[in-house]
């Protein structure tokens, strides 16, 4: 038998192949670890059809709809911070599926009664204007390959898939309008295991609801309940969101939430913390002992954004810290040019990336 498992990002499919590979020793040679996107892209390539190029570099596409505001404007001072809301609007519209065609086949008269009815034809007219300038250069727009492949299961039903005996999706909580489309598809034409993150009655949990009810409430799903020494958040997670169930925990303090606005004020925060549990000022309505920087472990769920703050804002308060893992090798600027150099005709070229090693001071070109 032939297993696909697809996760949301390639970094989650990695930790799954290492974890089924390495932690637990299972053989592999029957599993394909996919995301969305290669799930898509093998479905498309295996099938033959010509269709437009796939390019995949955000700054190309930003460039083009910069390029439709800067026509529209007619020379005219363009708003900070407009152009960046304009593509959030016109990504959000083509992820979900929305043309500007069917947009008006739905509403036709009643836009006109829309309290921003000029904006909205505005959004509309520049998405029109972007999906035809992406036709003209035969380039598919950035929810195309899904949509592609949707259309291919349509026709071909589950022989697309015919290499797999089962499908095992992992770890997501939500998706674009075009990924829970081509999620929709896969699910009528293969056989489909969903291992959704969701703890059905609970009410930090409620956000996650719907999808899970469109999507698995009707298959029987079996739930997995996890024992309180296997969860990262221990027996804190029976009160989280609930306050009214803390009474049979040890400690109804013991999970406090601090809201900080960027990664500098969220090290900032913690750093003021951890000076206060140290003075014990923080304990002392509870009666307890202060604290040593020994008792003290700060997580996060990744460390990049963290790094050069932690080391900063630390210094500054004087609080001692250790770092377990250890920086990682692309955190070089040389490291970093030779894997752009060595994945350049693969990502076809981006624009972003060229203008990168041209200007990188590790990158020589001999004189003319």
Not at 232 to 257: H, I, K, M, Q, Y
Not at 272 to 300: P, R
Not at 310 to 331: G, H, Q, Y
């Amino acid at each position: 038998k032939r297993f696909a498992v697809v996760a949301p990002s390639r970094r989650m499919a990695a930790r799954l192949q290492r974890l089924l590979a390495l932690e637990k020793g299972l053989a592999l040679m029957g599993v394909r670890f996919h995301t969305f996107h290669s799930l898509a892209l093998e479905l498309v390539e295996e099938s033959g059809r010509e269709h437009e190029r796939l390019v995949t570099d955000g700054l190309f596409h930003d460039k083009i709809i910069d390029r439709l505001l800067a026509r529209r404007l007619k020379g005219r001072r363009l708003a900070r911070g407009l152009a960046s809301a304009f593509r959030s609007s016109i990504r959000d519209l083509v992820d979900c599926g929305l043309t500007p065609e069917g947009f008006r086949e739905s509403f036709g008269e009643r836009i006109s009664e829309l309290r921003h009815a000029d904006r909205l034809r505005q959004v509309l007219a520049l998405q029109e204007d972007y999906l035809e300038a992406l036709k003209k250069a035969a380039i598919l727009p950035p929810s195309g390959l899904a949509r592609l492949a949707i259309e291919i299961l349509g026709d071909t039903g589950e022989t697309a898939l015919g290499r797999y005996s089962e499908l095992l999706y992992y770890g997501f909580y939500d998706l674009t309008g075009s990924q829970a489309d081509f999620f929709e598809a896969v699910r009528q034409n293969s056989s489909v295991t969903l291992f959704y993150p969701y703890r059905k009655g609970h009410p930090a949990f409620e956000f996650a609801k719907r999808f899970y009810e469109q999507n698995a409430g009707h298959a029987k799903p079996v739930h997995l309940e996890a024992g309180v020494e296997t969860r990262a958040l221990g027996p804190s997670l029976d009160a989280f969101g609930s306050p009214e169930s803390r009474a049979g925990l040890p400690r109804p303090e013991a999970l406090t939430v601090i809201s900080a606005s960027g990664a500098a004020d969220e090290v900032w925060a913690a750093a003021k913390e951890i000076l206060a549990l140290v003075k014990g000022t923080a304990k002392a309505k509870h009666g307890e002992q202060a604290l040593s920087f020994d008792d003290i472990g700060v997580v996060a769920r990744t460390l990049e954004p963290y790094r050069s703050e932690i080391s900063a804002v630390f210094k500054e308060n004087a609080i001692p810290f250790s770092m377990s893992s250890p920086e990682p090798l692309l955190r070089h600027p040389a490291a970093k040019l030779l894997l752009n150099v060595l994945q350049l005709g693969r990502r076809e070229f981006p624009v972003s990336t060229v203008m990168d090693l041209a200007g990188s001071p590790y990158f020589k070109a001999d004189s003319y």
